[in-house]
């Protein structure tokens, strides 16, 4: 189910998201890399990032899912109170793209998992020009043993 609902997940940012540029699973590619990252800006990196797992019957456990969005842009200007507006509103672009992301995912759900919950949003400091957020949803599923 896990990657059921990562791919769900996958699709319906490609689908409501138009400003994202590269939609991906995460496996480092804003961490490990030469020159520039292998990504295209802005970017959505998806991975699963904790599952609690609780009993409830036997045979049936519940699942609760926490999918880890980061969310990355390197604009080319800086968002300065010198600096003409559309620079600004370029800059701080990746605000409104996590509030349409936030948008898109909240209470999305289906048959295998719940509604997902939006949780929360973190800063990632860099050392690079990249500006990039951390989205936490949850999520919760059953899985049965039989």
């Not at 800086?78 to 909240?106: K, Q």
């Not at 509604?115 to 949850?138: C, G, N, P, W």
């Amino acid at each position: 189910k896990m990657k059921h609902i990562l791919e769900a997940v996958l699709e319906r940012l490609q689908e409501q998201v138009p400003d994202l540029r590269y939609i991906a699973e995460d496996w480092g590619q804003l961490d490990f890399y030469n020159d520039a990252p292998p990504v295209k800006f802005p970017c959505a990196l998806i991975s699963v990032s904790n599952i609690k797992f609780e009993s409830q019957t036997a045979g049936t456990r519940w699942a609760t899912m926490t999918i880890l969005i980061r969310v990355a842009d390197a604009p080319a200007v800086s968002g300065t109170m010198a600096a003409p507006e559309a620079y600004r509103n370029r800059a701080f672009a990746i605000f409104d793209l996590m509030d349409t992301i936030g948008n898109v995912l909240y209470a999305f759900g289906g048959d295998e998992f719940n509604e997902l919950e939006q949780k929360t949003i973190t800063h990632y400091s860099r050392e690079d020009a990249i500006r990039e957020y951390a989205m936490l949803f949850e999520t919760e599923y059953a899985i049965d043993s039989e």
